[in-house]
């Protein structure tokens, strides 16, 4: 709970610009994870490591479609 919010409290403390610098952590945040999600979303389609757990179609497209979308989000907050 805490592991995202203290950063962007600390900088909120020290800086003068501290919105700007928060909403900056917080669209950094989005490229940070976007390795591990796509870990993630690699390793749950495994039929072999998953068994009866693998993601099917349904939950594939649900599942890419949200990632995309909140990289594009990001991407989109960055610039």
């Known amino acids: ?5 203290l950063p962007a409290v600390i900088v909120a403390l020290l800086f003068q610009n501290s919105i700007g ?5 917080m669209v950094a945040l989005v490229f940070v994870l976007i390795g591990p999600v796509i870990a993630m979303g690699v ?3 495994n ?3 998953m068994g009866d ?3 099917n179609k349904f ?5 890419w479609g949200s990632v995309f ?3 594009l989000c990001g991407l ?3 610039i």
């Open 1 to 5: 709970m805490w592991s995202k919010s």
């Open 21 to 25: 610098q928060v909403l900056n952590l």
């Open 43 to 45: 390793l749950a389609q």
């Open 47 to 49: 039929k072999k490591l």
């Open 53 to 55: 757990h693998a993601l």
């Open 59 to 63: 939950d594939k497209i649900a599942f």
């Open 69 to 71: 979308t909140v990289i």
């Open 76 to 78: 989109l907050a960055f």
